[in-house]
């Protein structure tokens, strides 16, 4: 998705050596993706779901957000 | 002596040889104070002597730090995976991928930088048509972080 987008960067986190992220994440399982410390997404999740997840950080700032 | 099974490097020469364009890891690092950099270093010198594609840039995270700041690189050991634009034949000119990898790229994770070295050297992104036009049309910036652990 970075790749794609100019908007987008991505972080691969190897939590055991960053204690601190992981701790303030809440990583208790892996895989865990955070975007925009808003949305989270636990597991791995097929390729349109997971867009699905991702894109909703972009109207996290949106009051009207419709929460699933 | 190499961290990579022989069948293994055979398979990964081959993959790395559909690269069409020349992918450099920024390696963040420290001398002092970083357990995991020398580990990570020699995780990361396997991948040019199977590929001439593939260049590693020490970056020297205390002497450097407006290359770190420029790339979101808060510590190390961090790697940047970018690429080099050779159609302008101008060395020394580079394309962020935006991919970043923070921690040891070990165990799973060293495939997961594989790919991005692939994907940055050319292969086509593994999303569908559909949903590369989603991704493409964000507006907002996204940062994700994707935490693992090494298996």
Known sequence: MAFVSPNITAFAVEATEYPDLARK???????????????????????????????????????????? | MSLIAPAHQEKLRD???EMTSRVRLLFFTQTLGCETCPQTRQILDELPALSDKISIEEVNFVLD????????????????????????????????????????????????LVHAVLLVGGRPPSLTDKNRERVMAVTTPLTLQVFTTPT
């Open chain 2, 15 to 17: 993959a790395f040889n």
């Open chain 2, 65 to 112: 730090k407006d290359k770190a700041t420029q790339y979101g690189v808060e510590r190390v050991p961090a790697i940047a995976v970018v690429g080099e634009d050779e159609s302008k034949q101008a060395p020394g000119v580079i394309k962020d991928s935006r991919i970043r990898f923070l921690g040891t790229p070990a165990g799973y994770e060293f495939m997961s």
């Open chain 1, 25 to 68: 994440y809440q990583v208790s399982g892996v895989p865990k993706t955070v975007v925009n410390d808003t949305v989270e997404i636990l597991g791995a999740l097929p390729q349109d779901a997971f867009i699905d997840q991702v894109l909703s950080a972009t109207a996290a700032r949106d009051d009207t957000k419709v929460t699933k």
